[in-house]
Protein backbone atom coordinates (compact mmCIF):
# COMPACT_ATOMS: atom_id res chain seq x y z
CA UNK A 1 0.00 0.00 0.00
CA UNK A 2 1.41 3.26 -0.97
CA UNK A 3 0.50 6.43 0.50
CA UNK A 4 -1.15 9.48 -1.38
CA UNK A 5 1.97 11.84 -2.70
CA UNK A 6 2.98 14.25 -0.38
CA UNK A 7 6.49 16.63 -0.14
CA UNK A 8 8.82 15.84 2.90
CA UNK A 9 11.73 18.07 4.59
CA UNK A 10 13.91 17.43 7.41
CA UNK A 11 14.70 20.26 9.23
CA UNK A 12 17.42 20.44 11.34
CA UNK A 13 16.44 22.58 14.09
CA UNK A 14 13.04 23.24 15.94
CA UNK A 15 12.71 26.83 14.27
CA UNK A 16 13.29 25.83 10.53
CA UNK A 17 10.29 23.23 11.81
CA UNK A 18 8.29 26.26 12.88
CA UNK A 19 8.77 27.76 9.74
CA UNK A 20 8.25 24.99 7.75
CA UNK A 21 4.60 24.64 9.73
CA UNK A 22 3.69 27.61 8.80
CA UNK A 23 4.90 28.15 4.74
CA UNK A 24 3.02 24.65 4.78
CA UNK A 25 -0.46 25.63 6.30
CA UNK A 26 -2.65 22.78 7.77
CA UNK A 27 -1.97 19.90 5.57
CA UNK A 28 1.11 19.34 6.75
CA UNK A 29 1.94 17.11 9.41
CA UNK A 30 4.61 16.35 11.70
CA UNK A 31 6.59 13.20 11.49
CA UNK A 32 8.06 11.73 14.55
CA UNK A 33 8.42 7.63 14.56
CA UNK A 34 5.92 7.31 12.06
CA UNK A 35 4.17 4.42 13.61
CA UNK A 36 0.47 5.86 13.72
CA UNK A 37 1.03 8.33 10.81
CA UNK A 38 2.44 6.12 8.41
CA UNK A 39 0.30 3.40 8.80
CA UNK A 40 -2.79 5.89 8.69
CA UNK A 41 -1.42 7.28 5.23
CA UNK A 42 -0.70 4.05 3.42
CA UNK A 43 -4.79 3.10 4.26
CA UNK A 44 -5.36 6.43 3.18
CA UNK A 45 -7.14 7.22 6.34
CA UNK A 46 -5.10 10.70 6.37
CA UNK A 47 -2.95 12.51 3.96
CA UNK A 48 -1.36 15.38 4.55
CA UNK A 49 0.37 16.98 1.83
CA UNK A 50 3.58 17.43 3.49
CA UNK A 51 5.89 15.83 6.08
CA UNK A 52 8.17 17.59 8.63
CA UNK A 53 10.41 14.92 9.97
CA UNK A 54 11.75 16.04 13.40
CA UNK A 55 13.71 13.09 13.71
CA UNK A 56 16.81 15.22 12.76
CA UNK A 57 16.32 17.70 15.31
CA UNK A 58 19.07 17.64 18.19
CA UNK A 59 18.06 17.81 21.72
CA UNK A 60 14.38 16.18 22.05
CA UNK A 61 15.18 12.85 23.57
CA UNK A 62 16.27 12.64 27.08
CA UNK A 63 15.07 11.12 30.50
CA UNK A 64 16.17 13.10 33.72
CA UNK A 65 15.00 14.20 37.29
CA UNK A 66 15.25 18.12 37.34
CA UNK A 67 13.55 21.05 39.53
CA UNK A 68 11.13 18.64 40.98
CA UNK A 69 10.08 17.13 37.70
CA UNK A 70 10.77 13.89 35.69
CA UNK A 71 11.43 15.44 32.37
CA UNK A 72 11.02 13.28 28.86
CA UNK A 73 12.12 14.99 25.60
CA UNK A 74 9.20 14.38 22.70
CA UNK A 75 10.93 12.52 20.58
CA UNK A 76 12.39 9.72 23.52
CA UNK A 77 11.17 6.41 22.21
CA UNK A 78 9.62 3.69 23.65
CA UNK A 79 12.95 1.11 23.99
CA UNK A 80 14.64 4.08 25.59
CA UNK A 81 11.65 4.26 28.46
CA UNK A 82 11.93 0.78 28.68
CA UNK A 83 16.03 0.46 28.86
CA UNK A 84 16.33 3.37 31.65
CA UNK A 85 17.64 2.94 35.30
CA UNK A 86 15.37 5.64 36.05
CA UNK A 87 12.27 4.51 34.71
CA UNK A 88 12.85 0.97 36.27
CA UNK A 89 13.64 2.23 39.60
CA UNK A 90 11.12 4.61 40.61
CA UNK A 91 8.44 5.15 37.71
CA UNK A 92 7.14 1.67 36.92
CA UNK A 93 4.60 2.61 35.36
CA UNK A 94 6.62 3.50 32.50
CA UNK A 95 8.35 -0.05 32.15
CA UNK A 96 4.82 -1.62 32.49
CA UNK A 97 3.04 0.09 29.68
CA UNK A 98 5.93 -0.10 27.36
CA UNK A 99 6.69 -3.68 27.82
CA UNK A 100 2.87 -3.87 26.28
CA UNK A 101 2.79 -0.99 23.59
CA UNK A 102 2.70 -2.88 20.35
CA UNK A 103 6.37 -4.97 19.72
CA UNK A 104 9.75 -4.62 19.99
CA UNK A 105 10.25 -3.14 16.61
CA UNK A 106 7.85 -0.54 16.88
CA UNK A 107 8.75 0.80 20.02
CA UNK A 108 12.01 1.18 18.41
CA UNK A 109 10.92 3.77 16.42
CA UNK A 110 7.71 4.98 18.39
CA UNK A 111 7.64 8.38 20.70
CA UNK A 112 6.21 8.76 23.72
CA UNK A 113 5.73 12.64 22.19
CA UNK A 114 4.02 10.91 18.96
CA UNK A 115 1.98 8.40 21.06
CA UNK A 116 0.27 11.46 23.45
CA UNK A 117 -0.09 13.93 20.19
CA UNK A 118 -1.52 11.33 18.59
CA UNK A 119 -4.64 11.76 20.45
CA UNK A 120 -6.08 8.34 20.24
CA UNK A 121 -8.23 6.81 23.37
CA UNK A 122 -6.29 3.38 22.26
CA UNK A 123 -2.87 4.67 22.99
CA UNK A 124 -1.63 3.57 25.99
CA UNK A 125 0.54 6.58 27.42
CA UNK A 126 -2.27 8.82 27.34
CA UNK A 127 -4.03 7.02 30.68
CA UNK A 128 -0.68 6.76 31.99
CA UNK A 129 0.23 10.91 31.79
CA UNK A 130 -3.15 11.02 33.67
CA UNK A 131 -2.37 9.10 36.32
CA UNK A 132 0.78 10.46 36.95
CA UNK A 133 -0.52 14.22 36.58
CA UNK A 134 1.51 15.61 33.66
CA UNK A 135 2.31 18.28 32.18
CA UNK A 136 2.66 18.69 28.19
CA UNK A 137 5.08 21.33 27.00
CA UNK A 138 4.05 22.88 23.45
CA UNK A 139 6.42 25.26 21.81
CA UNK A 140 6.26 27.41 18.85
CA UNK A 141 7.09 30.50 17.12
CA UNK A 142 5.67 32.49 19.68
CA UNK A 143 7.41 30.65 22.50
CA UNK A 144 6.75 27.69 25.29
CA UNK A 145 3.54 27.17 27.19
CA UNK A 146 2.40 24.42 29.33
CA UNK A 147 -0.63 22.39 29.74
CA UNK A 148 -2.15 20.44 31.78
CA UNK A 149 -2.93 16.96 30.86
CA UNK A 150 -5.95 16.85 31.97
CA UNK A 151 -6.76 19.58 29.31
CA UNK A 152 -4.92 18.02 26.74
CA UNK A 153 -6.96 15.83 24.89
CA UNK A 154 -9.52 17.16 23.09
CA UNK A 155 -11.30 14.93 20.99
CA UNK A 156 -10.91 12.10 18.56
CA UNK A 157 -7.36 13.02 17.43
CA UNK A 158 -7.39 16.64 18.26
CA UNK A 159 -5.50 17.74 21.11
CA UNK A 160 -4.04 21.11 22.32
CA UNK A 161 -1.30 21.00 19.52
CA UNK A 162 -1.97 24.20 17.76
CA UNK A 163 -1.29 24.36 14.00
CA UNK A 164 2.48 25.28 13.63
CA UNK A 165 3.42 24.09 17.12
CA UNK A 166 5.47 21.08 18.27
CA UNK A 167 5.13 19.00 21.67
CA UNK A 168 8.53 19.04 22.71
CA UNK A 169 8.15 17.58 26.68
CA UNK A 170 6.68 16.00 29.11
CA UNK A 171 6.79 16.90 32.48
CA UNK A 172 5.71 14.76 35.95
CA UNK A 173 6.08 15.34 39.15
CA UNK A 174 9.20 13.51 40.75
CA UNK A 175 8.35 10.44 42.52
CA UNK A 176 8.52 11.34 46.33
CA UNK A 177 7.80 9.87 49.84
CA UNK A 178 5.98 6.46 49.55
CA UNK A 179 5.30 6.34 45.83
CA UNK A 180 3.96 3.70 43.37
CA UNK A 181 2.52 3.36 40.05
CA UNK A 182 1.28 0.36 37.98
CA UNK A 183 0.12 -0.13 34.46
CA UNK A 184 -1.96 -2.86 32.72
CA UNK A 185 -3.79 -3.34 29.89
CA UNK A 186 -5.92 -6.48 28.59
CA UNK A 187 -5.25 -6.95 24.66
CA UNK A 188 -5.95 -9.99 22.55
CA UNK A 189 -2.12 -10.81 20.99
CA UNK A 190 0.83 -9.01 21.16
CA UNK A 191 0.35 -5.30 19.68
CA UNK A 192 -3.21 -5.11 19.47
CA UNK A 193 -4.17 -2.08 21.16
CA UNK A 194 -5.72 -2.42 24.65
CA UNK A 195 -9.50 -3.85 25.14
CA UNK A 196 -8.83 -2.19 28.68
CA UNK A 197 -6.22 -0.58 30.49
CA UNK A 198 -6.07 1.04 33.99
CA UNK A 199 -3.16 3.20 34.85
CA UNK A 200 -2.84 3.70 38.93
CA UNK A 201 -0.46 5.80 41.07
CA UNK A 202 -0.44 6.05 44.70
CA UNK A 203 1.20 7.71 47.35
CA UNK A 204 0.90 7.32 51.20
CA UNK A 205 2.13 8.94 54.09
CA UNK A 206 4.05 7.23 57.09
CA UNK A 207 0.88 6.29 58.73
CA UNK A 208 -0.56 4.03 55.45
CA UNK A 209 -2.96 6.81 54.70
CA UNK A 210 -3.70 7.42 50.65
CA UNK A 211 -2.67 11.00 50.30
CA UNK A 212 -2.30 11.03 46.57
CA UNK A 213 -4.46 9.01 43.70
CA UNK A 214 -4.42 9.11 39.97
CA UNK A 215 -5.97 6.64 37.96
CA UNK A 216 -6.03 6.84 34.43
CA UNK A 217 -8.01 5.03 31.46
CA UNK A 218 -7.85 3.67 28.48
CA UNK A 219 -9.59 2.77 25.38
CA UNK A 220 -12.86 2.70 27.43
CA UNK A 221 -13.95 6.23 26.61
CA UNK A 222 -14.08 8.77 22.86
CA UNK A 223 -11.00 10.88 24.98
CA UNK A 224 -8.84 9.17 27.53
CA UNK A 225 -10.36 9.54 30.83
CA UNK A 226 -9.27 9.78 34.18
CA UNK A 227 -11.83 7.70 37.35
CA UNK A 228 -12.21 11.29 39.29
CA UNK A 229 -14.45 9.23 41.17
CA UNK A 230 -12.00 6.60 41.96
CA UNK A 231 -9.77 8.67 42.85
CA UNK A 232 -11.65 10.65 45.53
CA UNK A 233 -12.87 7.32 47.34
CA UNK A 234 -9.15 6.41 47.69
CA UNK A 235 -7.64 9.52 48.93
CA UNK A 236 -8.02 9.98 52.77
CA UNK A 237 -8.62 6.21 52.89
CA UNK A 238 -6.39 3.25 54.21
CA UNK A 239 -7.01 1.87 51.03
CA UNK A 240 -8.59 -1.15 52.97
CA UNK A 241 -9.52 -3.90 50.34
CA UNK A 242 -13.37 -2.27 50.64
CA UNK A 243 -11.96 1.17 49.94
CA UNK A 244 -10.02 -0.30 46.65
CA UNK A 245 -13.32 -2.58 45.63
CA UNK A 246 -15.13 1.00 45.51
CA UNK A 247 -12.76 2.67 43.53
CA UNK A 248 -12.40 -0.29 41.20
CA UNK A 249 -16.35 -0.13 41.04
CA UNK A 250 -16.51 3.65 40.59
CA UNK A 251 -14.18 3.53 37.10
CA UNK A 252 -15.74 0.44 36.01
CA UNK A 253 -19.38 2.50 36.22
CA UNK A 254 -18.08 5.73 35.14
CA UNK A 255 -16.07 4.74 31.70
CA UNK A 256 -18.06 4.22 28.20
CA UNK A 257 -16.80 1.91 26.09
CA UNK A 258 -18.09 0.50 23.17
CA UNK A 259 -19.06 -3.03 22.11
CA UNK A 260 -16.86 -3.63 19.42
CA UNK A 261 -14.46 -6.65 18.29
CA UNK A 262 -12.03 -6.76 21.42
CA UNK A 263 -15.54 -7.23 23.58
CA UNK A 264 -19.28 -5.74 24.21
CA UNK A 265 -19.71 -3.47 27.08
CA UNK A 266 -19.94 -5.32 29.89
CA UNK A 267 -17.23 -7.68 29.38
CA UNK A 268 -14.87 -4.04 29.62
CA UNK A 269 -16.70 -2.69 32.20
CA UNK A 270 -15.55 -5.74 34.35
CA UNK A 271 -12.14 -5.71 32.88
CA UNK A 272 -11.63 -2.23 34.37
CA UNK A 273 -13.11 -3.30 37.71
CA UNK A 274 -10.49 -5.88 37.80
CA UNK A 275 -7.61 -4.26 36.36
CA UNK A 276 -8.39 -1.41 38.78
CA UNK A 277 -8.33 -3.41 41.81
CA UNK A 278 -4.96 -5.14 40.76
CA UNK A 279 -3.05 -2.25 39.84
CA UNK A 280 -3.68 -0.16 43.39
CA UNK A 281 -2.65 -3.38 44.71
CA UNK A 282 0.39 -3.48 42.46
CA UNK A 283 0.97 0.60 43.05
CA UNK A 284 0.50 -0.04 46.90
CA UNK A 285 3.22 -3.15 47.14
CA UNK A 286 5.74 -0.47 45.23
CA UNK A 287 4.66 2.39 47.21
CA UNK A 288 5.69 0.43 50.57
CA UNK B 1 12.15 13.63 -5.95
CA UNK B 2 14.99 13.24 -3.07
CA UNK B 3 17.88 11.62 -3.32
CA UNK B 4 18.86 9.00 -0.74
CA UNK B 5 22.00 7.60 -0.23
CA UNK B 6 22.95 5.00 2.59
CA UNK B 7 24.94 1.83 2.95
CA UNK B 8 22.93 -1.24 2.67
CA UNK B 9 25.48 -4.74 3.85
CA UNK B 10 28.25 -2.50 4.03
CA UNK B 11 27.90 -0.82 0.00
CA UNK B 12 27.30 2.53 -0.52
CA UNK B 13 23.76 3.00 -2.40
CA UNK B 14 22.16 6.29 -4.14
CA UNK B 15 18.56 6.06 -5.38
CA UNK B 16 16.21 9.22 -6.18
CA UNK B 17 12.82 8.57 -4.73
CA UNK B 18 9.35 10.29 -4.47
CA UNK B 19 9.02 10.88 -0.48
CA UNK B 20 5.84 8.16 -0.15
CA UNK B 21 8.64 5.29 -1.44
CA UNK B 22 8.82 2.83 1.28
CA UNK B 23 11.94 2.01 2.42
CA UNK B 24 11.52 -1.91 1.91
CA UNK B 25 10.26 -1.27 -1.60
CA UNK B 26 13.55 0.58 -1.70
CA UNK B 27 15.82 -1.92 -1.30
CA UNK B 28 13.48 -5.00 -2.99
CA UNK B 29 12.71 -2.88 -6.20
CA UNK B 30 15.32 -0.15 -6.64
CA UNK B 31 18.55 -1.96 -5.52
CA UNK B 32 17.31 -5.74 -6.29
CA UNK B 33 17.53 -7.30 -2.85
CA UNK B 34 14.50 -9.26 -2.32
CA UNK B 35 15.46 -11.36 0.64
CA UNK B 36 13.48 -8.67 2.96
CA UNK B 37 10.13 -9.82 2.15
CA UNK B 38 6.50 -8.01 2.50
CA UNK B 39 3.98 -10.00 4.38
CA UNK B 40 0.73 -8.21 6.04
CA UNK B 41 2.12 -4.64 4.56
CA UNK B 42 0.26 -3.05 7.71
CA UNK B 43 3.15 -3.39 10.34
CA UNK B 44 2.13 -6.37 12.14
CA UNK B 45 4.03 -9.16 10.78
CA UNK B 46 7.63 -8.55 10.71
CA UNK B 47 8.15 -10.19 7.64
CA UNK B 48 10.05 -6.90 6.58
CA UNK B 49 12.27 -6.34 9.55
CA UNK B 50 15.50 -5.49 8.62
CA UNK B 51 18.26 -3.73 11.16
CA UNK B 52 18.46 0.04 10.82
CA UNK B 53 22.03 1.88 12.41
CA UNK B 54 21.67 -1.83 14.46
CA UNK B 55 18.11 -1.34 15.63
CA UNK B 56 15.14 -3.91 14.27
CA UNK B 57 12.68 -1.98 12.16
CA UNK B 58 9.58 -2.60 10.15
CA UNK B 59 10.66 -1.50 6.92
CA UNK B 60 7.18 -1.17 5.17
CA UNK B 61 6.48 1.34 8.04
CA UNK B 62 9.54 3.67 6.98
CA UNK B 63 9.89 5.85 4.33
CA UNK B 64 13.20 4.95 2.09
CA UNK B 65 13.64 9.18 2.77
CA UNK B 66 14.11 8.89 6.29
CA UNK B 67 16.77 6.28 5.56
CA UNK B 68 19.04 8.74 3.95
CA UNK B 69 22.52 8.43 5.88
CA UNK B 70 21.85 5.34 7.45
CA UNK B 71 23.64 2.10 7.63
CA UNK B 72 21.20 -0.97 6.56
CA UNK B 73 21.82 -4.69 7.05
CA UNK B 74 19.51 -7.06 5.69
CA UNK B 75 19.39 -10.65 5.35
CA UNK B 76 21.86 -10.96 2.30
CA UNK B 77 24.35 -9.35 4.69
CA UNK B 78 24.44 -11.91 7.40
CA UNK B 79 26.83 -14.23 6.03
CA UNK B 80 30.66 -13.54 5.47
CA UNK B 81 33.38 -14.94 3.51
CA UNK B 82 33.67 -17.24 6.66
CA UNK B 83 30.37 -18.77 6.16
CA UNK B 84 27.17 -18.27 7.58
CA UNK B 85 26.03 -16.03 10.50
CA UNK B 86 25.78 -18.14 13.90
CA UNK B 87 21.83 -17.43 13.78
CA UNK B 88 21.29 -18.52 10.03
CA UNK B 89 23.27 -21.46 11.08
CA UNK B 90 21.21 -22.02 13.86
CA UNK B 91 17.97 -22.06 12.09
CA UNK B 92 19.77 -24.56 9.91
CA UNK B 93 20.49 -27.24 12.43
CA UNK B 94 17.42 -26.54 14.36
CA UNK B 95 14.64 -26.42 11.45
CA UNK B 96 13.47 -23.61 12.58
CA UNK B 97 11.90 -22.92 9.18
CA UNK B 98 9.65 -24.11 6.84
CA UNK B 99 8.31 -22.11 4.32
CA UNK B 100 11.05 -19.64 5.19
CA UNK B 101 8.77 -16.38 4.36
CA UNK B 102 9.01 -15.36 7.59
CA UNK B 103 12.75 -16.07 8.57
CA UNK B 104 14.83 -12.79 7.59
CA UNK B 105 12.66 -10.81 9.78
CA UNK B 106 13.14 -13.34 12.94
CA UNK B 107 16.48 -13.58 12.00
CA UNK B 108 17.55 -10.01 11.74
CA UNK B 109 15.40 -9.38 14.73
CA UNK B 110 17.41 -11.95 16.74
CA UNK B 111 20.42 -10.92 15.96
CA UNK B 112 19.33 -7.28 17.87
CA UNK B 113 17.93 -9.51 20.56
CA UNK B 114 21.43 -11.30 21.13
CA UNK B 115 23.47 -7.96 20.14
CA UNK B 116 21.37 -6.20 23.62
CA UNK B 117 20.71 -9.60 25.88
CA UNK B 118 23.88 -11.92 24.87
CA UNK B 119 22.14 -14.45 27.01
CA UNK B 120 18.49 -14.42 27.20
CA UNK B 121 15.79 -17.03 29.18
CA UNK B 122 13.33 -18.65 26.78
CA UNK B 123 10.79 -15.95 28.24
CA UNK B 124 12.89 -13.00 26.91
CA UNK B 125 13.40 -14.95 23.47
CA UNK B 126 9.97 -15.53 23.15
CA UNK B 127 8.80 -12.00 24.09
CA UNK B 128 11.89 -10.68 22.33
CA UNK B 129 10.47 -11.95 18.21
CA UNK B 130 6.94 -11.04 19.46
CA UNK B 131 6.83 -8.62 16.46
CA UNK B 132 7.40 -11.51 13.98
CA UNK B 133 4.86 -13.92 13.07
CA UNK B 134 5.65 -17.79 11.61
CA UNK B 135 2.78 -19.37 9.96
CA UNK B 136 4.91 -22.22 10.17
CA UNK B 137 6.89 -23.53 12.70
CA UNK B 138 5.26 -22.98 15.73
CA UNK B 139 8.16 -21.00 16.82
CA UNK B 140 9.52 -23.77 19.33
CA UNK B 141 12.31 -24.65 16.58
CA UNK B 142 12.69 -20.50 16.21
CA UNK B 143 13.54 -20.24 19.69
CA UNK B 144 16.19 -23.81 20.07
CA UNK B 145 17.54 -21.36 17.24
CA UNK B 146 18.09 -18.58 18.98
CA UNK B 147 19.43 -20.59 21.80
CA UNK B 148 21.95 -22.29 20.56
CA UNK B 149 22.94 -18.79 18.30
CA UNK B 150 23.52 -17.48 21.62
CA UNK B 151 26.04 -20.37 22.73
CA UNK B 152 27.65 -20.43 19.82
CA UNK B 153 28.41 -16.55 20.16
CA UNK B 154 29.78 -16.94 23.46
CA UNK B 155 31.80 -19.63 22.55
CA UNK B 156 29.30 -21.89 25.07
CA UNK B 157 28.79 -25.29 25.11
CA UNK B 158 26.14 -25.93 21.84
CA UNK B 159 22.82 -27.14 23.16
CA UNK B 160 21.67 -30.47 21.22
CA UNK B 161 19.51 -30.09 17.78
CA UNK B 162 17.78 -33.30 18.42
CA UNK B 163 14.21 -32.58 17.47
CA UNK B 164 12.26 -32.18 20.12
CA UNK B 165 8.51 -33.74 20.05
CA UNK B 166 6.03 -31.94 22.39
C1 LIG C 1 1.65 -2.80 14.94
C2 LIG C 1 1.49 -1.62 15.85
C3 LIG C 1 0.97 -1.81 17.12
C4 LIG C 1 0.83 -0.74 17.99
N1 LIG C 1 0.34 -0.98 19.24
C5 LIG C 1 0.25 0.06 20.12
C6 LIG C 1 -0.20 -0.16 21.45
O1 LIG C 1 -0.49 -1.28 21.86
N2 LIG C 1 -0.28 0.91 22.29
C7 LIG C 1 0.07 2.17 21.90
O2 LIG C 1 0.00 3.09 22.71
N3 LIG C 1 0.50 2.40 20.64
C8 LIG C 1 0.60 1.38 19.75
N4 LIG C 1 1.05 1.62 18.48
C9 LIG C 1 1.35 3.00 18.09
C10 LIG C 1 2.80 3.34 18.31
O3 LIG C 1 3.12 3.28 19.68
C11 LIG C 1 3.11 4.71 17.73
O4 LIG C 1 4.49 4.75 17.55
C12 LIG C 1 2.67 5.90 18.55
O5 LIG C 1 1.30 5.92 18.77
C13 LIG C 1 2.95 7.22 17.82
O6 LIG C 1 4.22 7.60 18.00
P1 LIG C 1 5.12 7.98 16.75
O7 LIG C 1 6.32 8.62 17.32
O8 LIG C 1 5.30 6.81 15.90
O9 LIG C 1 4.23 9.14 16.05
P2 LIG C 1 3.91 9.45 14.54
O10 LIG C 1 3.24 8.31 13.89
O11 LIG C 1 5.10 10.03 13.89
O12 LIG C 1 2.85 10.63 14.78
C14 LIG C 1 1.54 10.42 15.26
C15 LIG C 1 0.76 11.75 15.23
O13 LIG C 1 1.26 12.67 16.19
C16 LIG C 1 1.80 13.83 15.58
N5 LIG C 1 3.05 14.14 16.29
C17 LIG C 1 4.06 13.26 16.55
N6 LIG C 1 5.01 13.83 17.31
C18 LIG C 1 4.60 15.10 17.53
C19 LIG C 1 5.15 16.19 18.27
N7 LIG C 1 6.31 16.07 18.93
N8 LIG C 1 4.46 17.35 18.30
C20 LIG C 1 3.28 17.48 17.66
N9 LIG C 1 2.70 16.48 16.96
C21 LIG C 1 3.35 15.31 16.89
C22 LIG C 1 1.99 13.47 14.11
O14 LIG C 1 1.87 14.61 13.28
C23 LIG C 1 0.87 12.47 13.89
O15 LIG C 1 -0.34 13.12 13.66
C24 LIG C 1 1.20 0.57 17.57
C25 LIG C 1 1.72 0.77 16.29
C26 LIG C 1 1.87 -0.30 15.42
C27 LIG C 1 2.43 -0.05 14.08
S1 LIG D 1 5.27 -6.47 6.02
FE1 LIG D 1 6.11 -5.07 7.43
S2 LIG D 1 5.35 -5.81 9.29
FE2 LIG D 1 4.37 -7.13 7.86
S1 LIG E 1 8.55 -20.57 8.25
FE1 LIG E 1 6.73 -20.18 7.16
S2 LIG E 1 6.06 -18.35 8.12
FE2 LIG E 1 7.70 -18.90 9.35
Known sequence: MIAEPFGYSSPQSLDEAYALLHEHGDDAKILAGGHSLIPMMKLRFAAPTHLIDINKIPGLSYIKEEDGFLKIGAMTREVDLEESDIISSRYQIFTDASKLIADPQVRNFGTIGGN????????????????????????????????????????????????????????????????????????????????????????????????????????????????????????????????????????????????????????????????????????????? | MKTVTLKINGTEHTAEVSPRTLLVHLIRENFSMTGTHIGCDTSSCGACTILIDGKSAKSCTILAVQADGTEIITVEGLATAEGLHPIQEGFHLNHALHCGFCTAGVMLRAVELLEKNPNPTEEEIRWGISGNLCRCTGYNNIVKAIQWASAKMQGKELPSTEPVFV
Open chain 1, 116 to 288: IAHGDAANDHPAVMMALDAEVEISGQDGKRSVSINEFFHGFYTTAVQHGEILTEIRIPAASGHFGSAYHKAERKVGDYATAGVAVVIRVDDGGICTKAGIGLTNVNAVPMRAIRSEEALVGSMLSAGDIAKAAQYAAEDCNPSSDLRGDEDYKRHLVSVITKRMINRALERAK
